[in-house]
């Protein structure tokens, strides 16, 4: 039965590949795909410049292992995501009734997988390849292999231990006890070093970037930090052998941690359907005790309510952005992101002594993190728009609104939702580093960082967002293929559509960036700062000229079903 869903799993990528290569008869796919060839090969093949310094093998094996740990830790706290082990419906009614084990079907979405890590990997080798010659190809791509599988492992069993936990209670807690322990003794174990060496990082700080260095390497050697650290950075010393005897040294302890976490996946994979049972015996017992009632006490909640309701008269465009915000504010990750901020928030905000004080320097570090992060990857995460509709085009094409408002209203959503959560982190960091002494940032000059925010992002985060729709409008059939793919093992596809996009969009803001600049130095003279105001005045008025022909351009080829 394992060769059967070995052929399956070939001949369904085979499939698609031919379905969607047919698509290149159209000029626009074709056009995009050698647009897309040329833009790849110009990211993959760059080499550096003579002479440019190249980065040093143990700073970056730290910082490689630092980035690991901020995806681990958001796998950890984000919501269980367990896409990887959801079955399609044709697969539930083939596989389902066939006899076909459970750890059988396990191995075959776990082949599906790889299909995903094999792509990354040879991106990631190129990069790697062009940027620090030393290695052979074939040993570097292996490093990145091991690398990307375990942590794409990693991530799945976060998400089965979460999801045990949550959909099944003392059930699934019973049979993770292990797994949690050993997660809470890391982010504690964590969270101690990162109170520690705090107060050292920021007295650093006001010193040169020499002593900063020394303080960040004093960091890293510490007892908790270094320990948490220790496996992250045993699966990137492959990356940095120099020869291929390093590599095999390196390469032992990274794949016996390939194995645990295969291990680990299999055994929670089964734990998962152990907890299962448990709460179904418990149910049956109660409603043997109780009665039908006590069966169904819990099942079925009803959806919550949305934030606020639909008005039954007014613009029939409100109604798209009404969907496409109560599809994120009524979620339970928005409610508990809401109520992290708030608690966030208050306590930073009365932080004036020690150990708040330091509370409130870490917070407000780690929010300044998040927010960099959401400004550049933003627009691919948040997707409350075209792109989770495009099975329900034709619906939405028989409502009697202009494509143009269409295309608009899903976009907006999107870019209000994602610029909520931006102001939000913004004005926590505000909040965060309000009680600071910094000369060289004054309280009036945060003022202004924060005021900058609130009128730059809502702006840049539509022009953005139109973009990411304008591709699901213009290539259906490439952005509606499927889900996208998501995680560590999808970071080398989404670090070159991330980079694509920002490209795009700062040719777009090259007009406006330029005509206000402009009218700033013709007015600063006269006006001083104040030039600022028609100056943005100048560049809003430009970019929603672009945005508004970009919408029309839009909304005629959804109107007409195109791509």
Same mark, same amino acid.
């Given at each position: ?31 995009? &795909? ?46 269980? #995501? ?12 083939? &596989? ?86 050993? *997660? ?9 070093? *990162? ?12 010193? #040169? ?17 270094? +320990? ?46 152990? +907890?299962?049972?448990?709460?179904? &015996? ?6 043997? +005790? ?259 022909? &970009? ?13």
């Amino acid at each position: 039965m394992t060769g059967a869903l070995v052929y399956l799993t070939w001949h369904t990528v085979l499939n698609r590949l031919r379905r969607q290569a047919t698509r290149l008869r159209s000029p626009r796919y074709a056009l995009a &795909l050698l647009l897309g060839l040329g833009w790849v090969t110009a990211v993959l093949w760059q080499r550096w410049e003579p002479g440019a310094p190249h980065p040093s093998g143990p700073w970056v094996e730290v910082v490689a292992a630092l980035s690991i740990l901020l995806l681990i830790g958001w796998s950890w706290l984000s919501s269980p #995501d367990a896409r990887a082990l959801t079955f399609s419906p044709a697969e539930v009614t083939l &596989l389902f009734p066939a006899p076909i084990s459970r750890l059988t079907l396990l191995h075959y979405k776990l082949l599906q997988t790889q299909l995903v890590i094999l792509v990354n990997v040879v991106i990631w080798t190129a990069l790697a390849s062009r940027q620090q010659p030393g290695l052979p190809v074939g040993l570097r791509a292996l490093g990145f292999w091991v690398l990307i599988t375990t942590l794409a492992l990693h991530r799945l069993a976060a998400a089965m231990v979460r999801g045990s936990v949550s959909e099944h209670g003392r059930f699934g807690l019973r049979h993770r006890v292990l797994s949690v322990a050993l *997660v809470l003794i890391a982010f504690g174990a964590l969270a101690w070093g *990162v109170w520690d060496v705090w107060p050292g990082l920021m007295a650093a700080a006001q010193d #040169d970037h020499v002593g900063l260095r020394e303080a960040f390497d004093k960091a890293v050697h510490h007892p908790a930090i270094a +320990a948490v650290l220790w496996p992250l950075r045993a699966l990137v010393r492959p990356l940095g052998a120099a020869n291929p005897s390093d590599w095999l040294g390196a390469m032992l302890p990274a794949v016996g941690l390939l194995l645990l976490h295969y291990l680990w996946v299999l055994r929670s994979d089964a734990a998962f359907e152990e +907890a299962a049972t448990e709460a179904s &015996l418990a149910r049956a017992r109660r409603q043997e +005790a109780y009665g039908p009632g006590a069966l169904a006490l819990g099942t079925n909640r009803a959806p919550s309510p949305p934030v606020f309701p639909l008005a039954p008269t007014g613009w029939p465009g409100v109604a798209i952005l009404w969907k496409g915000l109560t599809a994120v504010l009524r979620r339970r990750r928005a409610l508990n992101v809401g109520l992290a901020l708030l608690i966030m928030g208050a306590i930073v905000a009365s932080a004036s002594s020690e150990p708040w004080s330091t509370v409130a320097e870490v917070t407000g570090a780690l929010t300044l993190t998040w927010l960099g992060f959401l400004i550049v990857l933003g627009p691919q995460w948040v997707r409350n728009d075209l792109r989770g509709d495009l099975s329900r085009v034709d619906l939405l094409r028989s409502y009697p609104l202009r494509g143009s408002t269409i295309v608009a209203m899903e976009a907006s959503a999107s870019a209000a939702a994602l610029t909520l959560l931006e102001l939000a982190l913004a004005a926590l960091a505000f909040l965060a580093f309000l009680n600071m002494d910094l000369p060289e940032v004054t309280t009036l000059d945060r003022g202004a960082l924060l005021g900058s925010a609130v009128v730059l992002l809502p702006p840049l985060n539509l022009m953005a967002m139109l973009l990411q729709n304008g591709a699901a409008v213009l290539y259906p059939g490439w952005v509606g293929a499927g889900a996208p793919a998501s995680g560590v093992e999808a970071l080398g596809q989404q670090l070159l559509s991330v980079t694509a996009l920002w490209v795009v969009l700062a040719l777009i803001l090259a007009a406006p960036v330029a005509l206000a600049a402009i009218t700033f130095l013709g007015l600063e003279a006269a006006v001083g700062a104040w030039a600022a105001a028609p100056a943005y005045g100048v560049g809003l008025g430009v970019l929603a000229v672009e945005a508004w022909l &970009l919408v029309r351009w839009l909304g005629a080829v959804f109107e007409r079903g195109e791509g």
